[in-house]
């Protein structure tokens, strides 16, 4: 059985490319606590890596974005 991998969660290049940002902006949204562990990105690198790994959800991540623009 061949276990089908969710497309959803996608490493940084591929969100900063699908959504027009550069790295520094996504990272920020992470740090000031706009994207949140979990829910619109985890770290799926093993315990004793040197440094994480990211994955993002973009659907949620588009959908965060697309609210805030609708509330200006």
């Not at 994207?35 to 959908?63: C, F, M, Q, V």
């Given at each position: 059985?061949?276990?089908?991998?969710?497309?959803?969660?996608v490493a940084s290049g591929e969100v900063c490319k699908s959504l027009g940002f550069k790295p520094k902006h996504l990272?920020?949204?992470?740090?000031?606590?706009?994207?949140?562990?979990?829910?619109?990105?985890?770290?799926?690198?093993?315990?004793?890596?040197?440094?994480?790994?990211?994955?993002?959800?973009?659907?949620?991540?588009?959908?965060?974005?697309?609210?805030?623009?609708?509330?200006?």
């Amino acid at each position: 059985m061949v276990k089908k991998i969710s497309s959803a969660w996608v490493a940084s290049g591929e969100v900063c490319k699908s959504l027009g940002f550069k790295p520094k902006h996504l990272w920020k949204l992470r740090d000031d606590g706009s994207l949140r562990e979990g829910t619109h990105w985890r770290n799926i690198a093993s315990p004793h890596a040197a440094r994480p790994t990211y994955r993002w959800h973009l659907d949620r991540i588009r959908k965060l974005l697309e609210t805030r623009k609708e509330e200006r």
